[in-house]
């Protein structure tokens, strides 16, 4: 059985102190190497969709899901196996039917200790209560023998309503519960988008404990349910990220005082039993501090939090990248500073909207949905690191790749992993533009 690794999203580095001022973003040359080009062809996936996190094991095999694709183009489990001449080979774990097994798995994979694969579909499930599905909780748990099929379980299916729908990425801890948002759901008589009008709950955070014996049922439980108050959050970011005491952070993309959207903490109880309780780390304004958070905290030393929106309250409403610092003592507020905000239309990238990796130099890479090269309207997307400085001063920052007429829409996460290269996948690009996989030298 291979060693899967952690996910690097959740490392801490050691880095110098900083300040707030945004430094430039210049282009620079780098390598960049499409390793895989979904053609959607032959049960092949398409669309490695936005949200979806790579996850990689000691051999360096890359493990994906597309949200299209497969024989009933209802999205797909990959594995990208590197060859040992170069190049790479795709191996399709799980096609998805898009019954009861879910439809549109948008959310990556996770591993537990024993090689088994943990994801989510955005619908399907056996239950129709929103309309093609509320979505699932999945496992693919690998053969006994090299060469065989997965065994896919559904491990619960959300029933829409108080219970949620549409779950995001699922993270896993080290009791083997695997927690995770759902888009929508929780108090059901809640407007939270007004465009709809619908009262369909403003999403909520899930826990799916294991069972005690094998074979058994896991046990589904409601942490928290945002409930469109003043102040709170609503519609939670499909990622959320874990500390190393059980704490859960992320974002969400609308709601707050100021209806830009929020950076939150949920905290266990104190001895195991009774309420979560939420935190409100920061309420966006909209203005230079960002508004729209994506994607979700990225995890430094020291309690800080690095962090995307994709509004800058300035001139062509840009982006900017954020850091959140926990307060001297305990009970105290949370301070956001800006590391960088995005210019519009000069080579820069535009409107980042997924969680960043960091190094252990404290770097920082993510990526932009826009910007970059005009030749795609709003530009293609970029690939972008941020730098901090050696003492007191400005972040600098680079431009990796800049997508230019290739494709656009990169749309995922970055790791920093096996030769300091960074991997990714974009959802419009490859020989057929139904999306691929790619390297990056940093």
């Not at 009970?331 to 960088?340: D, K, S």
């Not at 005009?374 to 941020?386: D, S």
Request: aromatic share 12%; net charge negative.
């Amino acid at each position: 059985m291979k060693v899967r690794s952690a996910n690097l999203f959740f490392r801490a580095v050691v880095l110098s102190a900083v300040a707030v001022s945004a430094g430039s973003i210049l282009g620079q040359a780098q390598t960049f190497n499409n390793i895989y080009s979904f053609t959607g062809a032959g049960g092949d996936g398409e669309y490695p969709f936005p949200y979806g996190h790579l996850s990689f094991d000691s051999s360096g095999d890359i493990y994906g899901t597309t949200a299209g694709g497969g024989s009933g183009y209802n999205g797909t489990v990959f594995e990208l196996v590197p060859k040992s001449g170069g190049g790479w080979t795709e191996k399709i774990l799980y096609e998805f039917a898009g019954d009861a097994d879910g439809r549109q798995p948008s959310a990556g994979v996770v591993f537990d200790a024993s090689g088994n694969l943990y994801g989510t579909t955005s619908y399907g499930g056996n239950n129709q209560a929103c309309g093609g599905g509320c979505g699932t909780v999945f496992e693919l748990s690998p053969p006994a023998q090299s060469g065989g099929a997965w065994t896919h379980t559904v491990l619960y299916t959300f029933q829409g309503g108080f219970d949620g729908a549409q779950p995001g990425a699922a993270i896993i801890e080290s009791n083997g519960a695997l927690y995770g948002p759902t888009s929508t759901g929780g108090t059901p008589a809640v407007l939270c988008n007004s465009n709809r009008k619908i009262k369909s709950g403003c999403g909520t955070i899930f826990e799916l404990a294991p069972p005690a014996q094998k074979g058994g049922a896991w046990t589904k439980s409601i942490l928290y349910t945002f409930p469109g108050a003043t102040g709170d959050g609503t519609t939670p970011s499909r990622d959320i990220v874990a500390d190393g005491e059980g704490n859960l952070y992320g974002v969400t993309g609308a709601g707050g005082t100021s209806h830009y959207g929020i950076a939150y903490k949920l905290s266990p109880p104190a001895g195991g039993s009774g309420a979560w309780t939420e935190t409100v780390l920061h309420n966006f304004t909209g203005g230079s501090d960002g508004g729209y958070p994506g994607g979700t905290l990225t995890p430094g030393p020291n309690g800080i939090f690095y962090g995307t929106a994709s509004y800058s309250g300035v001139a062509n409403e840009s982006g900017v990248v954020f850091q959140l610092t926990p307060p001297a003592q305990s009970g105290g507020a949370w301070t956001e500073n800006v590391l960088h905000t995005f210019p519009a239309f000069n080579g820069d990238g535009t409107t980042p909207a997924s969680t960043m990796a960091i190094d252990a130099s404290g770097n920082l890479y993510g990526t932009t949905d826009f910007g970059g090269s005009t030749a795609c309207y709003l530009g293609c997307g970029t690939v972008f690191k941020l730098a901090p400085p050696s003492g007191v001063g400005s972040w600098t920052g680079t431009i990796l790749h800049d997508w230019g007429n290739s494709g656009q829409t990169p749309d995922t996460s970055l790791v920093d992993l096996h030769g300091n290269l960074l991997y990714g996948t974009a959802t419009y690009q490859g020989a057929e533009d139904l999306g691929s996989a790619f390297t990056l030298v940093p």
